[in-house]
């Protein structure tokens, strides 16, 4: 095995398989030397076997250390949090055993046994990470008011799609998240509504319209589709929310052709299929194709003709179908931003207090729509401020689009709390675009000076993309935070309409060769993919 490239990633700690498509019974775990670590009083050293009942995905280690506290919360779920944060962290998830329950009503039964979900500390890199029974979720998800909830909702559903039945390579990446986003939706609309789902699906749609198809990868590149031609590139310059986004509105498309009632069964098929298994896109074609063909023999032809699959994984851009996710808390999210815009700061739209009952996803909606209209001014901004206070918003995606919406137009009000957010904590999702937008919109001395200052507490992965994020401000024509892909295609993107999500991007992933080389093995009969996780909690006294 080479070194890893990027020694923040497991493998840069810990030598191990990094494919997607590798699987284990066995874990062999050695943690030795601890007399070096601080908080180790006398040397301790261990070495132990853990043997699984089930495969467990094998492109993962996670070593959880703390005083953690747990509680249990019946149903078979379990929080686990240190001391500060774990009575509101009870309070935020006390609905999961419900929602775990509820997934398993819709998909077949959960296999893992128990389900914890663990709060990490403020400098987590991810919202969540699905490391089979014991999810890794960040602090900042603890919003008071369960609206952050949807991440939660998407670690659940790992456990059938990307634990259970995963993806074989970083290809094929859209199996493990474009089908998961699609089922937590499904349980979100159930908790909040179907327009509240549907306003996910319109932001996230959004974000990856305008910040990877415009903003990073081009509507022609591979890399804005769902099968990324990664070449000889480093597979971490392919990640993107591309893969969920795009993804998922494939299945809410497939789902329009099978019918609700269609679309569970065939799910439902699929796991029971695939179970225990790492699969690529041409296996789930064919599978699909057979089980409609078996299914809905009067119209299959139709069916599958309408599926356009290979133009949906195949080519780059938004998708050959509009999907519909009209709704009217849409309607009211972005006529508001209009009128605001339209009104220019010489008055205040009649329905401004309906926003304080908005969604959380609703509220991106308004934001996003204020950005997209490019008529934003400060004066504008401070208005809205003055009636709707986004900038003392709790909620940390409406707080982030905020900010950097305010970065852009060079709202200067919002740079004290903003230094304050980059301190509180240090998810990627939030962290690096709000360091990007400084950086490319003059603020490149003020975010040199909070990097400083927040490199110590931030991840190594966090850490090190800002760092040569920051390097641009030396070099203005160096452009791209990461290596230009040049996987060019010569298809033509089809522009224009939105769904949704946001940057619920929860994990990444660096093989640290090319795909090729590190999934050779995936390809032997009996492996499969996805997560390898080992969540130790340990005391040296």
Request: proline share 5%; glycine share 8%.
């Amino acid at each position: 095995m080479k070194p890893a490239k990027h020694p923040s990633m497991t493998r840069g700690r810990l030598p191990h398989v990094s494919s997607k498509g590798l699987r284990c019974l066995n874990l062999f775990v050695v943690l030795a030397g601890l007399a070096d670590i601080p908080f180790c009083i006398t040397p301790c050293s261990f070495t132990t076997t853990v043997e699984c009942a089930l495969k467990i995905p094998s492109y993962e280690i996670a070593l959880v250390v703390g005083d953690l506290q747990s509680v249990d919360l019946g149903g078979r779920v379990v929080v686990l949090a240190e001391a500060p944060y774990i009575d509101a962290a009870v309070k935020e998830f006390e609905d999961l055993p419900a929602l775990l329950a509820e997934t398993e009503a819709y998909l077949t039964p959960y296999i893992w046994g128990n389900y914890s979900i663990i709060v990490m500390p403020p400098s987590f890199v991810w919202g969540g990470m699905e490391h089979v029974n014991a999810n890794q979720v960040s602090h900042t998800l603890l919003a008071g008011d369960k609206s952050m909830l949807g991440t939660a909702i998407h670690e659940i559903t790992h456990s059938w799609f990307g634990n259970d039945v995963g993806c074989k390579n970083w290809n094929h990446f859209w199996i493990n998240e474009g089908v998961n986003v699609f089922m937590e939706r499904k349980i979100l609309a159930s908790y909040f509504g179907e327009e509240y789902a549907k306003i996910d699906y319109y932001t996230g749609n959004s974000s990856m319209y305008y910040d990877e198809f415009i903003g990073r990868y081009g509507l022609n590149n591979s890399y804005s589709s769902l099968f990324p031609d990664i070449g000889d590139d480093d597979p971490e310059n392919s990640f993107s929310i591309v893969p969920y986004e795009k993804g998922s509105q494939f299945m809410l498309h497939i789902e329009t052709l099978l019918g609700d009632a269609g679309m569970q069964a065939m799910l439902r098929a699929y796991i029971g299929h695939f179970t225990q298994q790492a699969i690529d896109e041409d296996q789930f074609q064919t599978w699909y194709e057979g089980w409609v063909t078996e299914n809905f023999p009067e119209n299959a032809t139709d069916i599958i003709d309408m599926t356009l699959w290979d133009v949906w994984v195949h080519e780059p851009g938004n998708g050959p179908v509009v999907v519909d996710i009209h709704t009217t808390a849409l309607d009211d999210a972005e006529s508001l931003a209009l009128e605001y815009l339209t009104l220019n700061t010489t008055g205040s739209p009649a329905l401004m207090g309906d926003f304080d009952g908005y969604y959380q996803s609703q509220k991106q909606a308004f934001i996003q729509k204020l950005s997209e209209s490019g008529e934003t001014t400060v004066p504008l901004m401070a208005h809205i401020d003055e009636d709707l206070n986004i900038i003392g918003a709790f909620n940390p995606y409406v707080k982030t689009e905020w900010f950097r919406l305010g970065i852009r137009v060079g709202y200067e009000a919002v740079l004290e709390p903003t230094y304050m957010w980059l301190g509180e904590q240090g998810r990627s999702a939030y962290v690096r675009p709000i360091f990007d937008d400084l950086i490319d919109h003059g603020y490149c001395d003020t975010a040199k000076e909070w990097f400083e200052e927040y490199q110590p507490s931030y991840n190594s992965y966090v850490a090190n993309r800002v760092a040569t994020a920051l390097e641009r401000c030396d070099d203005p024509s160096d452009a791209a935070l990461e290596s230009t892909p040049t996987n060019e295609t010569s298809s033509v993107a089809i522009p224009g309409d939105e769904e949704e999500e946001e940057e619920m991007l929860t994990e990444r992933e660096t093989p640290a060769d090319t795909v090729e080389e590190h999934v050779s093995a995936a390809w032997m009969p009996g492996f499969k993919s996805a997560v390898l996780v080992v969540v130790l909690s340990f005391f040296c006294m």
